[in-house]
C-alpha cells in the first residue's frame, strides 16, 4: 500500500519532534562513535539490489538519508536513532558500486552519472512503495536529493542539503574555473586519467582516507571509525561508479542516452520549489559556493544554518544533532 502520512498527526508531532532533535545542538562536534544499523535489508528496485539500514516504526513519516564519495551508510549513523526516536521511519541506502548495494545484471553499464543515481533513488522509493519522503544529503547524496526534487517533486516532502544546490551538467563542466578553484578539484583530474584509475584501484582507502582529511581538517576521526565506512569500498563496482562518475562530470566519458531527457531538463539548471534547509560548516575543506551563490535557486520555503566549531564535509557524522534538527524542521515545515 502507498504510504501516506495523516497532515494531523503530523501537525500534532512537530512541536515533540523539534524538541528531542534540538537537544544538545549547541555540542557541533560530535565525539568519535561507535554506534551501528542492525542487520542490513536488501530490496530489488530497478537495476540494483540496494542494501539499506533502516530504523524507526515502519508507520512513521520517511526519511532518506543520502551518502557521497568517499563515504557511506555510517555517515548517518548517529543520526538515524535520533530521527527515529522522533517517530521517523528511516532509510539510509548505499548508493550504486557501495557496501552490499550490487547490480541486477552483469551487463548493466557501471554508470556513475547523477541522472542515473537519482534514477536509483526513484526506484528505491517505488519498490518501497513509499509515494514522498523527506530527504537528508550531502556530498553526491545532496546531488541525487537536488536532482529527484527538481525533476519529481511530488516526490520530495522536504530537504536537507549539505552545501546547496549541486545540480550540474556536461556544458558547465567543460567551463575553466579560477586556478584556486582548479586546484581544490584536483582529484577529479587524477580519476580523469589512466594512472589515476589503476592508483584509485590500487590505493582506494588510503586514497580516500586523506580525501576525509582534507574535506574535515578538523575532525579527529579514528582508524575504526574510517575502517567501518571504507569496508564499503570494496564494493566490486566502486571504482568504475567514482571513475565515470568524475570523467562524465568534465564530459570525458559519454552517459546512456536514456538519460538525455533528463539530462536535457537539468542543463536548464531548474529551481527547486520543495521546502529546503540548506546547511554548512565553518571548515568544509571541499570545493563549495557560498550560500548567497544559490539561495535564489530554492523557491519554496528556504532556510540556511552555519555551524560553527570546526565542521568539515561530512556535516552529518561531524553534528549529527543540528542535522537531525534540520531535517525535523525541514520536514515540519510541509506539514
Known amino acids: 500500500m502507498i504510504e501516506t502520512i495523516d497532515s494531523t498527526r503530523r501537525r500534532l508531532m512537530g512541536a515533540a519532534l523539534l524538541s528531542v532533535a534540538a537537544a544538545g545542538v549547541g555540542r557541533a562536534r560530535a565525539a568519535t562513535s561507535q554506534a551501528s544499523f542492525g542487520p542490513l535489508k536488501q530490496i530489488n528496485a530497478g537495476l540494483l539490489n540496494v542494501g539499506y539500514a533502516e530504523a524507526g516504526p515502519a508507520g512513521g513519516p520517511p526519511i532518506i538519508l543520502l551518502h557521497g564519495w568517499p563515504y557511506d551508510i555510517h555517515a548517518f549513523v548517529d543520526v538515524a ?49 513509499i509515494r514522498s519522503a523527506t530527504f537528508g544529503a550531502f556530498d553526491w547524496g545532496a546531488r541525487t536529493a537536488a536532482i529527484v526534487a527538481a525533476l519529481w517533486p511530488e516526490r520530495v516532502r522536504a530537504m536537507v542539503s549539505v552545501s546547496g544546490y549541486l545540480i550540474g551538467n556536461q556544458a558547465a563542466g567543460k567551463v575553466p574555473l579560477p586556478p584556486k578553484a582548479e586546484y581544490e578539484w584536483w582529484y577529479q583530474y587524477y580519476l580523469a586519467t589512466e594512472r589515476g584509475r589503476l592508483g584509485y584501484e590500487k590505493n582506494r582507502r588510503d586514497f580516500n582516507k586523506l580525501i576525509w582529511q582534507l574535506a574535515s581538517p578538523k575532525w579527529n576521526f579514528d582508524e575504526a571509525t574510517y575502517d567501518r565506512s571504507a569496508a564499503s569500498f570494496d564494493n566490486p563496482d566502486h571504482v568504475a561508479i567514482v571513475v565515470h562518475n568524475y570523467r562524465w562530470r568534465l564530459a570525458l566519458a559519454e552517459g546512456e542516452a536514456k538519460y538525455d531527457p533528463l539530462e536535457k531538463q537539468l542543463a ?41 566549531g570546526g565542521i568539515g564535509h561530512n556535516l552529518p557524522q561531524e553534528a549529527p544533532e543540528a542535522f537531525a534538527k534540520a531535517v525535523i524542521e525541514a520536514d515540519h515545515w510541509e506539514s
Open 268 to 308: 536548464a539548471a531548474p529551481v527547486i520549489n520543495v521546502p529546503t534547509i540548506t546547511m554548512e560548516g565553518d571548515a568544509n575543506g571541499a570545493p563549495h559556493l557560498d550560500p548567497s551563490a544559490y539561495a535564489k535557486k530554492f523557491s519554496g520555503k528556504y532556510a540556511h544554518r552555519n555551524l560553527s
Open 81 to 129: 536513532p535520533r530521527l527515529a526516536s522522533a517517530g521517523y521511519h528511516v532509510l539510509v541506502p548505499y548508493v550504486r558500486g557501495y557496501g552490499t548495494t550490487t547490480f541486477l545484471s552483469s551487463r548493466t553499464f557501471r554508470n556513475g552519472q547523477p541522472a542515473a543515481l537519482a534514477s536509483d533513488l526513484v526506484d528505491f522509493m517505488d519498490a518501497l512503495k
